[in-house]
């Protein structure tokens, strides 16, 4: 999630806001991983996945059923912290 988040960074997760909103960054569980990642939800159900370091990592696209099988939203990240 460069340029906003570094690897080692802290962040605070709201577990109580779930809910997708366009263009909100949370912290997920992507089948085994942990993730910091802006969510973006289709009107059939799925999702995409984006980082904000697109050069390097593209949309990942999930479809309705992928997302049931795959995708745990953990809570949206409301702050952050960086060590210098």
């Known amino acids: 999630m ?17 809910r997708i909103r366009e263009g909100k960054t949370y912290a997920i569980r992507h089948g085994n991983l942990l993730r ?15 980082s904000l370091n697109k050069d390097e990592y593209g949309d990942e696209h999930l479809s309705y059923q992928q997302r049931k099988e795959q995708l745990v939203v953990l809570g949206r990240v409301f ?5 210098w």
């Open 2 to 18: 460069e340029p906003r988040l570094q690897d080692g960074d802290v962040v605070g997760i709201n577990t109580n806001d779930t």
């Open 79 to 83: 702050w952050s912290s960086s060590t």
């Open 36 to 50: 910091v990642k802006v969510l973006i939800e289709h009107p059939d159900g799925g999702v995409t996945i984006r």
